[in-house]
């Protein structure tokens, strides 16, 4: 390990759940990062961290930082990770990576001109049971993938203001959620060739259910499903002509999943389950990635962050979902 020197920016929750992750995995906090420096230094108590800052301006601005983890809200990623990629430091930034692919391409080209690493926080990619199941497709096991399909659903307040709820905040399903199995899907088999996505909109005008269609190179299907409003099975399958693989629930999660036969044979069963939440395993990648020089994750390139954005663009432009400022 490079032993790099994190950088928390913001105290919501889900930096709550990836900080507890790095002390699990034995990592180096050194410096939390809040709009007030109560909640910060309230965070900072509570991990350990040595220095609590009361602006992110400050934060980015600490010699001791060399990686930003970016937990902001989904507006204001943009202007977060352009703000640590501009004073130097690294940045893994909390999915969805931007509201948009224009702005995620911006990063990507600050990043570049910098030398710096700029990956999503897509932490499912990077997890064991994940790693296996492309070490499987790989090998060529499940013949030639011909269908995939995953869910992301969750019974989530109706309130306006909540964040799932509000446009201000890039609120709506497809972002929150659907931006899980619409990258696993991705990663399966590639960037889609055609998009056709449909949804229900809530009183407030976000997306409180999408469903999506997609036709990928060669010719394969997949079908995603995201909702705020109710919560199912949220299970996955990847399906080929000679197995098919099962992943249990939650899919996107630290789970277990079988490799099936035609004949319902099970020819592989796999235990991912994993100390903490499992965000810990993104961020050993983003060490490793830093340590060997490299610029873009070796799996979830940057330019496919990019262009998995474009994708969402355009579910967003078939549903009628518009964020403030045309964004």
């Known amino acids: 390990m490079t032993g790099l020197h994190w950088g928390i920016l913001a105290t919501g929750g889900i930096a709550h759940a990836f900080t507890s992750d790095l002390r699990t995995a034995g990592l180096d906090v050194t410096a939390v990062g809040s709009r007030s420096i109560e909640s910060a230094q309230a965070f900072a108590d509570q991990f350990g961290i040595p220095h609590a800052h009361g602006s992110y301006q ?38 969805p990576f931007t509201l948009n692919g224009e702005e995620a391409a911006m990063i990507r080209d600050r990043a570049a001109e910098k030398g710096l690493l700029a990956m999503e926080a897509m932490w499912t990619r990077y997890l064991p049971h994940m790693v296996r199941i492309r070490e ?31 446009l201000e905040l890039g609120g709506g399903a497809l972002l929150d959620l659907g931006i899980y199995p619409v990258s696993f899907v991705v990663d399966v088999l590639g960037l889609p060739e055609r998009v056709t996505a449909i949804a229900r909109l809530s009183d407030a005008d976000s997306d409180a259910e ?43 999660t630290p789970t277990t999943f079988r490799v099936v036969g035609p004949d319902g044979t099970v020819l592989e069963e796999f235990d991912g389950a994993v100390e903490g939440r499992g965000m810990q395993f993104q961020a ?34 078939q549903i009628g979902v518009v964020y403030p400022g045309g964004r």
């Open 58 to 95: 400050e934060l980015v601005a600490d010699p001791d930082v060399d990686i930003v983890y970016i937990a902001t809200p989904h507006p204001g990623h943009l202007e977060n990770a352009l703000l640590a990629l501009d004073h130097g430091k690294h940045v893994l930034v909390e999915k």
């Open 136 to 166: 499987i497709l790989a090998a060529g096991t499940l013949g030639d993938v011909r269908v995939v399909s995953a869910d992301h659903t969750q019974k989530i307040s109706t309130d306006p203001r909540h964040r799932l709820n509000a």
């Open 210 to 252: 999408v469903a999506t269609v997609f036709a990928h190179p060669g010719g394969a299907l997949s079908t995603t499903v995201s909702s705020s409003r109710g919560a199912g099975a949220n299970v996955a399958q990847i399906v080929g002509t000679e197995a098919r693989i099962e992943i249990d629930r939650v899919w996107y």
């Open 284 to 317: 050993l990648a983003a060490e490793r990635l830093v340590r060997d020089g490299a610029t873009s994750s070796d799996v979830l390139s940057i330019d496919d962050t990019v262009s998995i954005m474009g994708v969402l663009d355009e579910v967003r432009r």
